[in-house]
């Protein structure tokens, strides 16, 4: 059984993302998502330490080492770009303007509480970021992750070990198994990944998963 | 005339006093005053508490502050880094205190504190570690974390252009703390790379009004600080 790729899932989340989005990208699989905008759409990326309207990465060693994401990466400024600092820059995530957040994760509950932060163990260094401010004020939150760790453990559980980023926050997670949302109910199927079953995904979750067919919203 | 241009900064700094709260702009090298951190590190000012976004990197900078064991307590929401030894050494040995803050809850504090505005509701945190033991209050349905304005006896920052009153410009997202920090520092110090007459710049473009900024630095050419780290460079 295989699952979508990085890329592929980047493209599938790309896809339910509307024309004119004001999207802020976490780091790592969410960064792909610039890859497959589809032809027809615009969307304005939003970066937390200061730009609106980031563009892709420049060459290696080209430009301003003072134009950054929040991965501390170089970026450009697309025409239509503005620059703010920090207290505007999270009115407007905390202030709901922003309309969509899309986020890594360690693990997402079925009441969509989102851990994504730190594993809690004592001789880690703990480091949040932007996390919990993105989470209490976009709008919507998607996750992008693998189903399961490393070590095959589900990532989608009932309850998350690990310390929360937010309580009851993520909308819709985009895993290289399936699309699934957080319904009033919990997990809720909304796609399977081709070649994937029903089966193979609720086998890979730590927590009850409603088919397709039990969709109520 | 108001001028408000000090000589170097080394003279900049030289009344940080043992035990000050001291705000430090920057995300990462962005935005951050080497320059004036280096000054800090040479006048010598010790128990510190500083405020930034991060800990810095290599040991040059912020990091090299935190080396020489001038810190003795960060206030951030982000403290490793890629190139970040020091302070989680220091921290795993218990040599230096650490106040975790979600990163817009840190901006707002701020904020709130050059603003005369001692404390503040947030959803930042609900339900998480960082709202434990915190005041909560419902507002129309939803709980909020209380949290507390952030002042500073100097705030140290870098601008792209002052004038002689202390009005600022930036460069791109080198801008990101230091508005804040200039607000709620009761003595603010900016570095730039170019400081002009008052009148040179246009009043609609100012993005730090002056009366926020004491003292101004023009630094012509500041190091960078990846490119110090690259090179494997440390300071003193």
């Known amino acids: 059984m295989s699952g979508l790729t990085r890329d592929e899932m980047a493209k599938r989340l790309a896809r339910d993302i509307p024309n004119g989005a004001y999207v802020n990208l976490g780091i790592g699989i969410p960064e792909l998502v610039t890859k497959f905008v589809p032809a027809d759409r615009e969307f304005i990326y939003h970066t937390e330490n200061g730009l609106l309207g980031m563009g892709p990465s420049p060459?290696?060693?080209?430009?301003?080492?003072?134009?950054?994401?929040a991965g501390?990466?170089?970026?450009?400024?697309?025409?239509?770009?503005a620059y703010f600092h920090h207290a505007d820059s999270f009115s407007m995530i905390r202030g709901g303007h922003l309309d969509l957040s899309v986020l890594g994760a360690l693990q997402v509950s079925s009441g969509g509480d989102l851990a994504n932060w730190s594993t809690g163990t004592p001789d880690a260094i703990p480091a949040v970021g932007g996390a919990m401010d993105l989470v209490a004020g976009v709008k919507s939150v998607y996750v992008i992750t693998q189903h399961c760790t490393k070590n095959g453990e589900p990532k989608l559980v009932e309850a998350c070990t690990y310390p929360l980023t937010g309580v009851g926050v993520v909308n819709r997670i985009y895993t290289?198994?399936?699309?699934?949302?957080?319904?009033?109910?919990?997990?809720?199927?909304?796609?399977?990944?081709?070649?994937?079953?029903?089966?193979?995904?609720?086998?890979?979750?730590?927590?009850?998963?409603?088919?397709?067919?039990?969709r109520t919203t | 005339?108001?001028?408000?241009?000090?000589?170097?900064?080394?003279?900049?700094?030289?009344?940080?006093?043992?035990?000050?709260t001291v705000m430090i702009g920057g995300f990462g090298e962005a935005g951050s005053p080497i320059e004036l951190i280096h000054a800090l590190i040479d006048h010598g000012a010790t128990n510190l508490t500083v405020i930034n976004n991060n800990t810095g990197s290599g040991e040059v900078g912020l990091a090299a502050l935190i080396k020489e064991h001038r810190v003795s307590k960060m206030i951030c929401s982000y403290p490793r880094t890629a190139n970040s030894t020091v302070?989680?050494?220091?921290?795993?040995?218990n040599e230096i205190e650490l106040e975790l803050v979600p990163q817009g809850t840190l901006a707002e504090r701020i904020r709130a504190g050059g603003?005369?505005?001692?404390?503040?509701?947030?959803?930042?945190?609900?339900?998480?570690?960082?709202?434990?033991?915190?005041e909560l209050r419902e507002f129309g349905g939803r709980e909020y974390v209380l949290e507390f304005g952030l002042t500073a006896d100097f705030s140290l920052i870098k601008a792209r252009v002052a004038d002689t009153h202390g009005n600022l410009l930036y460069n791109k997202t080198a801008r990101n703390f230091s508005p804040l920090m200039a607000m709620a520092g009761n003595v603010s110090i900016?570095?730039?790379?170019?400081v002009v007459k008052a009148g040179e710049l246009d009043p609609e473009t100012i993005i730090t009004p002056g009366i926020f900024v004491q003292r101004v630095v023009e630094v012509n050419h500041p190091l960078l600080e990846s490119a110090l780290v690259a090179a494997g460079e440390t300071y003193p």
């Open chain 1, 59 to 69: 060459k290696e060693g080209d430009g301003d080492p003072e134009l950054i994401n």
């Open chain 2, 115 to 134: 603003s005369g505005i001692p404390a503040f509701y947030t959803p930042t945190s609900v339900g998480t570690p960082l709202g434990e033991g915190k």
């Open chain 1, 72 to 81: 501390k990466r170089r970026v450009t400024a697309l025409p239509g770009a």
């Open chain 2, 190 to 194: 900016a570095q730039a790379q170019e």
């Open chain 1, 176 to 214: 290289d198994l399936a699309v699934i949302d957080v319904a009033k109910n919990g997990f809720q199927l909304i796609e399977l990944s081709p070649g994937i079953e029903f089966d193979d995904v609720q086998e890979r979750t730590g927590a009850p998963l409603l088919n397709v067919e039990a």
């Open chain 2, 1 to 20: 005339m108001l001028n408000k241009q000090i000589a170097n900064a080394k003279e900049s700094v030289e009344d940080v006093f043992d035990g000050a």
């Open chain 2, 87 to 93: 302070f989680p050494k220091l921290y795993r040995n």
